[in-house]
């Protein structure tokens, strides 16, 4: 799906589930914007939920990212790779340019299940990192022939392991394009593990280039 094209923020909602009874939830507040050079996303995060974590930041600078935790002072480097909550990676909760992290090429059309279990006719692409500091080795993903609709995307380590399997659900109307309010994350190993990710408040928004400055983690305040 097009990334847009102006700074913008929303708010993200983590739910994970363990054979069907909810764990763990965290929710961010998400302020990104396209580097004019390369086109590539940075984005910074505020955790709000829960309090435990209120207000510790997360910043994604080219595909370095940082984290800052208030109580300690302290920005450390951190790797997309890591789990932030349940099955979802640092590196999924940051806005990324697919585009421009991979090479892809269309490897077949065919059916495909989607998140509601209904049957989709789709492109499967093949999708491989073109440098090692990015969140996923190897995607596949599934789109739909129709309208171009991401349906599905499994996310593969360098081992060839499998490491999640990711449905892309309730699409809506928002910042002029169709996107993806909820993405269903499956566990690679164990199915009964299961993250779910919403996205909500999507809004235009003034991202400051200081808000976006490592420098500047600690002097940061919400508006």
Do not use: C
């Given at each position: 799906?097009r990334?847009?094209?102006k700074?913008?923020?929303?708010?993200t909602?983590l739910?994970?589930?363990?054979?069907?009874?909810q764990t763990?939830?965290?929710t961010?507040?998400?302020?990104?914007r396209a580097?004019?050079?390369?086109?590539?996303?940075?984005?910074?995060l505020?955790?709000?939920?829960?309090k435990?974590?209120a207000?510790?930041?997360?910043?994604k600078?080219?595909n370095?990212?940082?984290?800052?935790?208030?109580?300690s002072?302290?920005?450390?480097?951190?790797s997309?790779?890591?789990?932030?909550?349940?099955?979802?990676a640092?590196?999924d909760?940051?806005?990324v340019?697919?585009?421009?992290?991979?090479s892809?090429?269309?490897?077949?059309?065919?059916?495909?299940?989607?998140?509601?279990k209904q049957?989709?006719?789709?492109?499967?692409?093949?999708?491989k990192?073109?440098a090692?500091d990015?969140t996923y080795h190897?995607?596949?993903?599934w789109?739909?022939?129709?309208?171009k609709?991401?349906i599905k995307?499994?996310?593969?380590?360098?081992?060839?392991?499998?490491l999640?399997t990711?449905?892309y659900?309730?699409?809506q109307?928002?910042?002029?394009?169709?996107?993806p309010?909820?993405?269903?994350i499956?566990d690679g190993l164990?199915?009964n593990?299961?993250?779910?990710m919403?996205?909500?408040?999507?809004?235009w928004r003034d991202?400051?280039?200081?808000?976006l400055?490592?420098d500047f983690?600690?002097r940061?305040?919400?508006?």
């Amino acid at each position: 799906m097009r990334n847009p094209d102006k700074p913008f923020g929303l708010t993200t909602t983590l739910v994970e589930y363990r054979n069907g009874k909810q764990t763990d939830t965290s929710t961010l507040a998400v302020y990104s914007r396209a580097d004019a050079n390369g086109g590539q996303f940075r984005s910074l995060l505020r955790f709000i939920a829960p309090k435990r974590d209120a207000d510790k930041l997360m910043l994604k600078s080219g595909n370095d990212l940082w984290f800052y935790d208030p109580a300690s002072k302290a920005a450390i480097r951190i790797s997309p790779q890591q789990r932030l909550l349940g099955q979802a990676a640092n590196g999924d909760v940051v806005t990324v340019n697919l585009a421009g992290d991979y090479s892809a090429s269309v490897a077949a059309e065919e059916d495909v299940s989607d998140g509601d279990k209904q049957p989709r006719r789709a492109y499967k692409l093949e999708l491989k990192a073109r440098a090692p500091d990015v969140t996923y080795h190897r995607i596949e993903m599934w789109i739909d022939t129709a309208n171009k609709q991401p349906i599905k995307a499994r996310f593969f380590a360098e081992s060839g392991g499998l490491l999640k399997t990711a449905y892309y659900r309730r699409y809506q109307s928002q910042l002029g394009a169709s996107r993806p309010t909820e993405t269903v994350i499956i566990d690679g190993l164990d199915p009964n593990w299961v993250t779910v990710m919403r996205f909500s408040g999507y809004a235009w928004r003034d991202v400051p280039e200081s808000w976006l400055q490592r420098d500047f983690l600690p002097r940061f305040k919400p508006q």
